[in-house]
């Protein structure tokens, strides 16, 4: 009894965006004005306007009548950025942290102005430098050694959405969605392609001490691996399987279930399908 009752449980896990999307056939709506009136869903895609995914697919129907939205703003889930930002008392302001950001990045992400870098500097990506980061002698050689505008010649990391972190002193948070074209002198050695490649969106952030020095560079996390052409890679992973020169490693390579992943999946799948005989 305790082994189904734990294999239902995982299948409801595994399987609640599905539940999500078959829920009911209709949405009861809290207005007054539309009080005891259930809104059939149909098959017709009607505009979202936010809200939970039950509720949001029938406000979108009321054409003119649609359903107030009011988040409860002063509930504790939500975080009073102002007031985190100000109880960290950081000597530099989110503007400066901001520009400081900026101009490490503009210089050749720390390469070109090595004085930018604190001496306990380290970089981190999801699968590169290790579990304490890469120490900064050994990013500067490697980054400042490796040429990427060369053989993407309209390289463009296009750098956007900068704000301080409201719960880590001295940290900027910020985002990249790259793009480039594989026309310059070839990747890593070989023949240029021609073949362009759009990263999905990755977050990116920088840790300052208080004197303006960076401490800490991390990229490469992908936030929404569905867009671009790179196969849901982020960093230089990315761009090399998207002009078909994918690295030589799992890592670099698009994200597959593993066989017990498909393994569980399938039994969440036939315990649900075990439920829906017995209703």
Request: some cysteine; aromatic content about 8%.
């Given at each position: 009894e305790k082994s189904r009752r734990t294999a239902e449980g995982m299948a409801l896990f595994l399987l609640s965006p599905v539940c999500s999307a078959l829920s009911d056939s209709g949405v009861r709506l809290p207005s007054s004005s539309l009080e005891g009136k259930v809104m059939p869903t149909g098959s017709q895609v009607w505009p979202a306007i936010g809200g939970t995914a039950g509720f949001h697919r029938g406000a979108g129907r009321?054409?003119?009548?649609?359903?107030?939205?009011?988040?409860?703003?002063?509930?504790?889930?939500?975080?009073d950025e102002a007031a985190a930002l100000k109880a960290l008392d950081f000597p530099l302001s989110e503007a400066e942290l901001i520009s400081a950001a900026k101009a490490f990045l503009f210089y050749?992400?720390?390469?070109?102005?090595?004085?930018?870098?604190?001496?306990?500097?380290?970089?981190?990506?999801?699968?590169?430098?290790?579990?304490?980061?890469?120490?900064?002698?050994?990013?500067?050689?490697?980054?400042g050694g490796f040429d990427l505008k060369a053989a993407f010649p309209d390289l463009n990391p296009r750098f956007h959405h900068f704000r301080a972190d409201p719960l880590d002193a001295g940290r900027v948070w910020f985002t990249s969605q790259a793009?480039?074209?594989?026309?310059?002198?070839?990747?890593?050695?070989?023949?240029?392609?021609?073949?362009?490649?759009?990263?999905?969106?990755?977050?990116?952030?920088?840790?300052?001490?208080a004197s303006g020095l960076a401490i800490k560079y991390t990229i490469?996390?992908?936030?929404?691996?569905?867009?671009?052409?790179?196969?849901?890679?982020?960093g230089i992973f990315g761009p090399a399987y998207a002009i078909g020169r994918p690295l030589p490693f799992p890592?670099?390579?698009?994200?597959?279930p593993s066989k017990r992943y498909r393994l569980l999946q399938a039994v969440g799948q036939f315990v649900t399908f075990l439920n829906e005989r017995k209703k």
């Open positions: 009321l054409g003119k009548k649609r359903a107030r939205l009011v988040p409860a703003a002063s509930d504790s889930m939500f975080l050749g992400q720390g390469t070109e102005k090595p004085e930018l870098l604190a001496p306990e500097y380290v970089f981190m990506g999801p699968y590169v430098g290790g579990a304490d980061g890469l120490p900064r002698d050994e990013y500067l050689k490697a980054v793009s480039g074209t594989d026309s310059g002198s070839g990747f890593l050695g070989g023949k240029p392609t021609g073949k362009a490649f759009s990263t999905p969106p990755q977050a990116c952030s920088l840790k300052f001490d490469g996390h992908v936030m929404e691996r569905s867009l671009g052409n790179t196969g849901g890679l982020g890592e670099a390579r698009p994200w597959r």
